[in-house]
């Protein structure tokens, strides 16, 4: 299992930028993909990056060009950076981590963070 923490969230304008930060309890070196998830009001959670296996991301076309998920493996952490923010990027983003092991692969998420874009 793996504790997932999130932070970095706040209140930007547009055009602004934000750096999200997910630090795991564990080593995430083999953990089997990592990355983040957001929920507007009304909708249905979506993804935005990850990691997948190997190196390879993953990100939604709607952040494409302005979204950047990188980590840092001695620290057991995923960042997003997140440019040139739009209205749409309103908000709460979710850390996820799937774990592989006997019997499958697990989901874990963190508490989110709050991102509100908004002149």
């Known amino acids: 299992q793996v504790q997932l923490v999130e932070s970095g969230g706040g209140l930007v304008q547009p055009g602004g930028s934000l750096r999200l930060s997910c630090t795991a309890s564990r080593s995430i070196f083999t953990i089997y993909a990592m990355g983040w998830y957001r929920q507007a009001p009304g909708k249905q959670r979506e993804l935005v990056a990850v990691?997948?296996?190997?190196?390879?991301?993953n990100y939604a076309d709607s952040v494409k060009g302005r979204f950047t998920i990188s980590r840092d493996n001695a620290k057991n952490t995923v960042y997003l950076q997140m440019n040139s923010l739009k209205l749409e990027d309103t908000a709460v983003y979710y850390c996820?981590?799937?774990?592989?092991?006997?019997?499958?692969?697990?989901?874990?998420w963190g508490q989110g963070t709050q991102v509100t874009v908004s002149s």
């Open positions: 996820n981590a799937v774990l592989a092991g006997v019997g499958g692969k697990y989901d874990y």
């Open positions: 990691f997948t296996s190997g190196d390879r991301t």
